[in-house]
């Protein structure tokens, strides 16, 4: 899990690379191989940590988290079932109206390529709809009479 070591006074990128240095099994190079993988697809994209430690990659809105388990590396798009997956890579939170996941186990292998398209699509769906602000209009009130 996290190391000690990790404060969130350091930039994501740092704490991004600690996660992934503190993961000594298989769930390290697998994390660092997706990151590498979303950094191919989308150059421009930024690194964020948030909820308490999560790696977050962003680009006009989020793409994906990285999150890591136990027996698993979950990757989660939060509008991933807006997303075209013609490979299939999708196979965790299937059910849910928005968000799609890829569950990445010990040996499983992703499809690069796949991955890569999935992170495009993300991006293009991101700069197709303008982001949502989280400003609340002012409520209007009506006078008695």
Known sequence: MASKTISSSQP???????????LADWRGPVLARMRALIHEAAPGVVEEWKWMGTPVWSLGGILCTGESYKAAVKLTF???????????????SLDGNARRAIDIHEGDVVDAEAF?????????????????????????RTKAA
């Open 12 to 22: 994501a990128s740092t704490l991004i690379d600690q996660r992934i240095a503190d």
């Open 78 to 92: 939060l509008k991933g079932a807006s997303l075209p997956d013609p490979a299939r890579l999708f196979n965790a």
């Open 116 to 140: 890569k398209s999935l992170i495009r699509a993300a991006v293009a769906l991101n700069a197709a709809k303008p982001a949502r602000s989280s400003a609340k209009k002012p409520a209007t």
